[in-house]
């Protein structure tokens, strides 16, 4: 079984219609600009647990929503409307 999102728009979905990615965190220590880039850009926390992540809906409405999923049980808290 696939994982479902609930859309406030299209109603539950499956994450095949969506594109996501982690929200990045640059920690405050890093202060040169191009390093701040890279850091987020490409590395990611990769967290287990709660993590809160932005998913776009490519193949439905293609709005945004911000999601918290748990990345051990993949348990969705409701997602909320970014557009």
């Given amino acids: ?16 219609e ?20 890279v850091d987020f850009a490409f590395m990611k926390a990769n967290r287990r647990g709660w993590t809160t992540e932005r998913w776009f809906h490519l193949f439905g409405c293609r709005r945004w929503l911000t999601v918290e999923r748990n990345t051990v049980t993949n348990q969705v808290r409701q997602p909320t409307s970014s557009s």
């Fill in 1 to 16: 079984m696939s994982l479902m999102l609930r859309c406030p728009h299209c109603g539950p979905r499956t994450i095949e």
């Fill in 18 to 37: 969506y594109v996501y990615g982690e929200i990045p965190v640059v920690p405050d220590s890093i202060t040169d600009p191009n390093q701040r880039d």
